[in-house]
């Protein structure tokens, strides 16, 4: 036993399939047990998982909700999570019960920023639109008038949540020569601001009403539950569009896709969703909508850096250290 209460080889359940490199080191690690099948696991099985582990290595898929964490005997110790977003665990429930819990925060910084700017072009270009169509054999040929959609430079962003991503979002929407604006509970230090040539709102409804284009970027939290519902959604210009790589549960989606087919809204480009992995119909109905399945960190490279800051803050925490992406306690 270490002075964190936990063996030298601790029982680690992991509860989705990760990259094989880091499945491999975890079994050379740890008394570990994976999910080679992937299949998703339901409340019961999570329940018997957090009362045999020590650790639990849980991704954004599973709910461990108070009633789970609860059911934890005195052996789970750490919730070493596969992802830098934390909103699927009941913080509260694990600070209560004195169980750690860390994140995987910064590898997967750039992709999702990249897979943002994929989405932030492609909605005002219509390529989902012209794909579509030049695959199902309807295109004619060129016309000067055929998808003609909206340019990006000179446009306005307005980024909401100017932490990692928001700001990676930003240094690419500068070399597309896009003005930065941005809300987020702190401004930032004037060099970081002036780096960006980024214009701060404190409030932000003032912010939406001015922008061309919005991204969210900001962690889902009870402050920012809803954040984006249909009041704030109204403030839009009609010419603007919306982009999500953040969370679903941030914006009201059934009054974005209301007021999108009502042309309130131009379009909105979704990487996240309310019930994933379930779309609202309504979305699926709207052209001027591109929807992709929570892919934003879906590269190998990043994939792979998550699964070693996962290996990293449970080794720490074993030895006895600060893990190095503690998200509990604070
Ligand atoms: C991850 C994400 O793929 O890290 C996050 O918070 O949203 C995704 O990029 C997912 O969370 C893995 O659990």
């Not at 849980?58 to 934890?72: C, G, H, K, L, R």
């Not at 932000?204 to 009870?222: E, I, K, Y």
């Amino acid at each position: 036993m270490s002075q964190t209460g936990i063996k030298h080889r601790p029982k680690v359940i992991v509860t989705r399939k990760l990259p094989d490199l880091i499945e491999t080191r975890m079994a050379e690690l740890f008394d570990v047990s994976l999910n080679l099948a992937d299949a998703p696991m339901d409340a019961a099985a999570l329940t018997a998982a957090v009362a045999e582990a020590d650790v639990l290595v849980p991704t954004v898929t599973d709910d461990i909700s108070a009633e789970i964490i609860n059911a934890a005997g005195d052996k789970l110790k750490l919730i070493a999570n596969f992802g830098a977003g934390v909103d699927h665990i009941d913080l509260k429930a694990a600070a209560e019960k004195g169980i750690n819990v860390t994140n995987t925060p910064g590898v997967l910084t750039e992709d999702t920023a990249d897979l943002t700017m994929a989405l932030l072009l492609s909605v005002p270009r219509r390529l989902f639109e012209g794909e579509k169509i030049l695959r199902a054999g309807e295109w004619t040929g060129w016309t000067p008038t055929f998808l003609m959609g909206r340019r990006i430079q000179g446009k306005r962003l307005g980024i909401i949540g100017m932490g990692r991503i928001g700001r990676a979002v930003a240094r690419r929407a500068r070399a597309f020569n896009m003005a930065v604006h941005y809300h987020n509970r702190t401004q930032l230090p004037p060099e970081v601001e002036g780096d960006l040539e980024a214009t701060y709102w404190e409030d932000l409804d003032q912010m939406l009403g001015r922008m061309d284009v919005v991204s969210v970027n900001c962690p889902l939290t009870a402050d920012t539950h809803r954040l984006l519902n249909r009041d704030r959604l109204k403030k839009l210009q009609p010419h603007a569009v919306i982009i999500n790589t953040a969370r679903g549960e941030i914006i009201d989606e059934e009054a974005l896709a209301d007021l999108i087919e009502v042309g309130r809204i131009a379009g909105a480009g979704l990487d996240v969703f309310e019930q994933e992995p379930q779309i609202n119909p309504k979305l699926l109905e709207l052209d001027n909508v591109v929807l992709l399945p929570h892919m934003g960190s879906a590269t190998v490279e990043a994939r792979t850096a998550m699964g070693e800051k996962v290996l990293i803050n449970i080794q720490a925490f074993v030895d006895g250290h600060r893990s190095p992406d503690r998200v509990l306690p604070i």
